[in-house]
């Protein structure tokens, strides 16, 4: 039999049917990985990619505004 109709998933630690299964390479060789956990891997960095965006222009607009109010504070102070 070349097509088993599961395969272990090493992500999962379980089996699988063969059509949602994928081979990829890691550093210990080729693997078996189901779609799901692949898609699931993607989905979650993506977020995290976002979400540290998120996080980044918030800081960025926080660093903007404080160094606004402290130029505003100073010109009142030199102003007359
Ligand atoms: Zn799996």
């Known amino acids: ?6 395969i272990y998933c090493y992500h999962c630690g379980r089996q699988h049917p063969s059509a949602e299964m994928r081979q990829i390479d890691t550093k210990g060789g080729k693997k078996w990985r189901c779609i ?7 989905k979650n960095a993506a977020q995290r990619d976002a979400f540290g ?3 980044t222009m918030v800081n960025k607009a ?3 505004a404080r160094v606004k ?3 505003d504070a100073e010109r009142l ?3 007359g």
């Open 77 to 79: 102070q030199t102003a």
């Open 36 to 42: 799901k956990s692949i898609e699931a891997t993607k």
């Open 69 to 71: 109010a402290r130029l």
């Open 1 to 6: 039999m070349s097509h088993p109709a599961s």
């Open 53 to 55: 965006k998120t996080v």
């Open 62 to 64: 926080e660093q903007q």
